[in-house]
């Protein structure tokens, strides 16, 4: 077992673990977002990763997802996504989070990217296959869950224009149900084999907002991805990030309106 520290300075959370066997990372604390006019956190403490987040972006939660899958200490600065700090820049060019940096300056953003850093660098079992093929079939499968995630992401751009959504909707099931047929011919009960693996955190924060995209009755459709759900509720890293559905969904009325802070709904 092990125990798990929590300190808010600063805007920062400071995420500490002592660890022996079997302990995975507990979340807690809250803290405010920072937002344009904030002043930049200092350097990150030596032996810390600091991983810049925002609590509701399915992107930063892959991070945090293989942040605590991986048993890596961490501290984290929650950055204003609809009303960013200038600094943030410097530390993500494109002004999207994830983005994580060393106690050494590195600097490293794109979700995919951040968590392929972060599943090399530390030690025990790796969340991607050394074996070759079986890297390229999580890398096959992850491009076929894209066609889907694609069309989460016009379904919201719908919903913020006040359009209508049925076609897409429609479009959406259809390739869903494609999924989970290649999903079914795996027979194993993760989507990278018989245990948790990194393509399966990096699909599970767009399925954990099926709800708000108003497609999670979808999955009554899709038996072995509606399996697969179910499994991943009970995984430690997942229990760790998931925010309640009620929760995303006053997060997402907010964030339609464009108000800035949607992003701190709920603390």
């Known amino acids: 077992m092990g125990v798990t520290w ?77 009303n960013k700090p200038d600094w943030f820049f410097e530390k993500s060019p494109f002004g999207l989070v994830p983005a994580i940096e060393t106690s050494e300056g590195q600097l490293i953003y794109e979700s995919l990217i951040v968590c392929d850093y972060l599943d090399e660098v530390s030690p025990g079992k790796k969340l991607t296959p050394e074996d070759p093929f079986q890297k390229a079939q999580q890398r096959m499968l992850l491009e076929h869950f894209f066609k889907v995630e694609n069309l989460v992401f016009k379904i919201l751009g719908a919903l913020k224009n006040n359009a209508d959504t049925s076609a897409l909707k429609a479009e959406f099931l259809k390739k869903l149900i494609l999924f989970d047929e290649i999903v079914s011919k795996l027979n194993t009960p993760y989507v990278g ?57 006053g997060f997402f009325k907010l964030y339609l309106q464009g108000i800035p802070e949607a992003v701190d709904y709920g603390i």
């Open 6 to 82: 929590w300190w808010i300075t600063g805007g920062v959370i400071l995420h500490l673990t002592a660890y022996t066997a079997h302990q995975s990372p507990i979340m807690a604390g809250s803290t405010k977002s920072l937002a344009k006019g904030s002043p930049a956190p200092g350097p990150v403490p030596d032996g810390l990763i600091r991983a810049y987040l925002m609590r509701f972006c399915p992107f930063a939660q892959r991070a945090q997802l293989v942040l605590i899958a991986r048993e890596i200490n961490y501290e984290v600065v929650y950055v204003n996504t609809l």
């Open 193 to 249: 084999g018989s245990s948790v693996s990194m393509a399966d955190y990096m699909m599970w924060p767009i399925f954990e907002r099926f709800s708000i995209f108003g497609v999670k009755d979808c999955l009554e459709k899709t038996p072995h991805l509606h399996q697969w759900y179910q499994l991943m509720l009970q995984d430690p890293a997942v229990k760790a990030t998931f925010t309640k559905p009620e929760v995303q969904e």
